[in-house]
């Protein structure tokens, strides 16, 4: 049997989540001059209550013990929504806590008891456990717990043991960053198996924003009129509409295919899981880029989310382990893990 | 979500590769006149006398009725085998025959289907027109109907294989030109017919892909049109291939193969090493090659029993790009032999140049940005 789609039951965790974000966090949020009321920080321990921080996590440690299936289809619901990658980072550290046998952590996680942020490499940290490095640190506080992707896959520290994180100003303004150095930093739990699920949730970020940057492209191409008629009836702009949705399709189901090899286990699972960080990465840039574009000097002011969803992609496709990186893992792939088949 | 193979399609998928290693035809297919007609027959009677002709036709109809996933594995496993597909048969296996077998009568079915099926005859598709392309309804070609005929008088064009065809399926305009889709017919024509005059056009890609058709009172029976006389509009476009993304399936997966090969090329000409940005782009290229099979496989699942909707015309945009890419970058790696049409560069400079036609023939790219952005997207129409 081969179904690419959300089943009824998965269907549901996407519509229960998405539904929840839309309400407590709409992008409108974002716009000039609104201190959103709610952010994820304030709401931390509610996200915890909703289950955001162990949808995938086992039992034992508090979570929902749903497969990475589901997490990959509610990873793409938050993006959709612009929800801090911190909560992604969150479900993330939880993994890597219980995979290194760490399960008061995990719990901890899971409940909300610790905050989570990304690192992000600058001067990579090393293959662990002893790090040092320069990285940045994503929407983060003192006192959070950090996780950042490195060669050695996944790994997790106390951004309290970094030597002075300073604020530095971050193309996402609704996104604190910092620059901060890790010396002789010893991690508290590493994952290297958690490589391609790490890589596959942010893929599922990208394709949530891909998806997300031409829904709004193509509601105004609707609703907007110029000569006469709605600018979405003008080829130029129909047929740029109709190449996001190819994109998106393709990072769609490149990523469900991923997500169903890493679930099975199947031995191609990391050649698909590269694919998909790929071509949801390209899908997510070009898709916010010519939304922007469709928008004109609408889609070009902060007022409009489709910045936010441009500059998240950027920020996806570095946390999914950068292009580059997986242009190099998937051409070292020998030909026969090229069959979906068989 | 799932993606899993029942045991019996496990073992549907060994006969089938077992089946294609020993029967598939020898050395390569010509791509042009007489040669390539006989190697497409050919290979389709082996395929009749091995009881592997008509995968997807009804059982009834002395088809195989092969489900959606077994049409998929058995092209699946011709791409893997390098096997031909159905060549210059697509159009009767593909369309014309699955519209006999919707529309025909029982004395149509018994005189044209058979023939199809044993590897006899090839037929073609005459639908477009000078004047009639994307816009396919403008079509012109005038059919008087006098007692028992219809008289032919006009003129057909892009009619790939005309010139190998037994039979053509053709779109002619017995009733008024407005409004345009009413007062066309779908009729049987035989090319030998006399008044039938056929050019075949040269193409880029040194072959004879297609060709003129011009017809001067051909005589054609009434008894040859199929379905009702002006409601040839409707059977010739529903969906009636019995094809279930089979074909779609099978090409995404020559496509990772192509990808595969290029990537071999690519190791030789550079001695073993790839450069840096060759590199990338073999990676990217495999990716979505990745990418493309998944979409059909979306596609197929989500279509359940009937044809697919407009999502197939995204995936064979997308293989149709895709497949540019990949024939342009072959280019690049083939360096300064790219210049040469024979040999091991011809293996791909003449495709580089043929494979092109994917973004014309049969709806457009243009076409299918607006199939896209008006039937998925529901924006207006925009042209």
């Known amino acids: ?342 | 979500m799932q993606f899993a193979f029942a045991e019996q399609d496990i073992l549907f998928r060994r006969q089938v590769r077992a089946w294609i290693a020993a029967n598939k035809p020898a050395g390569l297919r010509p791509d042009d006149g007489e040669a390539m007609r006989a190697f497409d027959l050919g290979w389709q009677r082996s395929k009749y006398e091995g009881g592997w002709a008509g995968l997807a036709w009804p059982r009834e109809y002395g088809g195989l009725g092969l489900s959606a996933m077994q049409q998929i594995i058995w092209y699946e496993e011709c791409a893997r085998a390098r096997a031909p597909l159905e060549g210059c048969l697509s159009i009767c296996l593909n369309h014309a025959g699955p519209t006999i077998i919707a529309f025909g009568s029982e004395e149509q079915k018994a005189t044209y289907l058979p023939p199809i099926l044993r590897g006899e005859v090839v037929w073609c598709q005459g639908f477009s027109e000078p004047g009639a392309g994307s816009d396919l309804a403008a079509l012109r070609l005038r059919g008087e109907i006098r007692g028992e005929s219809i008289i032919l008088n006009g003129q057909k064009i892009w009619t790939s294989h005309a010139h190998v065809a037994d039979y053509q399926e053709t779109l002619i305009r017995t009733g008024a030109l407005t409004p345009k889709h009413k007062g066309l017919s779908w009729v049987i024509v035989d090319m030998k017919a006399p008044g039938i005059t056929i050019r075949p056009i040269r193409t880029i890609a040194h072959n004879h892909h297609f060709c003129e058709v011009f017809y001067e009172d051909v005589e054609v029976p009434l008894a040859n049109v199929v379905g009702a006389v002006d409601d040839g509009w409707r059977v010739g476009m529903s969906t009636l291939s019995f094809e279930r993304g089979g074909l779609s399936a099978g090409r995404a997966a020559e496509l990772r193969y192509l990808v595969e090969e290029l990537i071999e090329l690519a190791r030789e000409t550079g001695g073993g090493e790839i450069d840096g940005d060759t590199a990338a782009q073999l990676a990217r290229l495999r990716a979505e090659a990745a990418a493309l099979q998944s979409m059909v496989y979306e596609t197929v699942f989500a279509s359940a029993d009937g044809p697919p909707g407009p999502e197939a015309s995204i995936d064979y945009l997308y293989c149709g790009e895709l497949l540019q890419r990949i024939r342009l970058l072959s280019l690049e790696v083939l360096g300064p032999r790219a210049l040469e049409a024979q040999g091991e560069a011809g293996r791909w400079t003449l495709p580089y140049l043929n494979d092109r036609y994917y973004l014309i023939a049969g709806g457009s790219a243009e076409i299918r940005r607006n199939i896209i952005a008006e039937r998925v997207l529901g924006l207006p129409r925009s042209y």
């Open chain 1, 1 to 342: 049997m081969i179904d690419l789609r959300p089943s009824p039951d998965q269907q549901q965790v996407i519509d229960s989540i998405g539904g929840y974000l839309r309400r407590a966090f709409p992008v409108e949020r974002f716009q000039p001059g609104k201190a959103p009321e709610t952010t994820e920080r304030n709401a931390w321990r509610e996200l915890a209550q909703q289950g955001f921080f162990g949808l995938a996590a086992p039992e034992e440690v508090g979570g929902a013990g749903f497969s990475v299936i589901e997490e990959m289809l509610a990873q793409r619901e938050m993006a959709r929504t612009l929800l801090s990658p911190s909560v992604l980072a969150a479900g993330l550290a939880a993994h890597v806590a219980h995979a290194a046998g760490l399960n008061d952590l995990a719990a901890a996680i899971v409940a909300g008891e610790r905050h989570v942020a990304f690192g992000s490499e600058i001067d990579p940290l090393g293959a662990g456990p002893v790090l040092d490095g320069i990285l940045h640190l994503i929407d983060s506080q003192a006192g959070d717990l950090i996780v950042v992707m490195t060669a050695g896959g996944p790994i997790l520290f106390e951004r309290d043991e970094l030597t002075e994180p300073a604020p530095i100003a971050g193309m996402d303004e609704t996104l604190a960053l910092h620059r901060a150095e890790a010396r002789s930093l010893r991690a508290l739990a590493q994952a290297p198996e958690l490589r391609s699920r790490s890589t596959l949730l942010c893929a599922a970020a990208l394709l949530g924003t891909a998806e997300a940057a031409r829904d709004l492209a193509v509601k105004h191409a609707g609703i907007r009129e110029q000569f006469g008629k709605p600018i979405g009836a003008f080829q130029a702009v129909a047929h740029h509409c109709a190449d996001m949705e190819l994109r998106a399709r393709a990072a769609r189901a490149q990523t469900a295919f991923a997500a169903i090899a890493l679930a099975d286990g199947r031995t191609d699972a990391a050649f698909n899981v590269s694919a998909a960080a790929l071509v949801s990465s390209d899908a997510a840039i070009r898709n916010a880029t010519m939304a922007i574009r469709v928008l004109g000097a609408m889609g070009f002011t902060a007022e409009c989310a489709l910045h936010l969803y441009l500059k998240r992609s950027h920020l996806y496709e570095l946390l999914a382990g950068g292009s580059r990186v997986h242009c190099a893992d998937l051409l070292r792939h020998d030909g026969a893990s090229i069959r979906a088949a068989d």
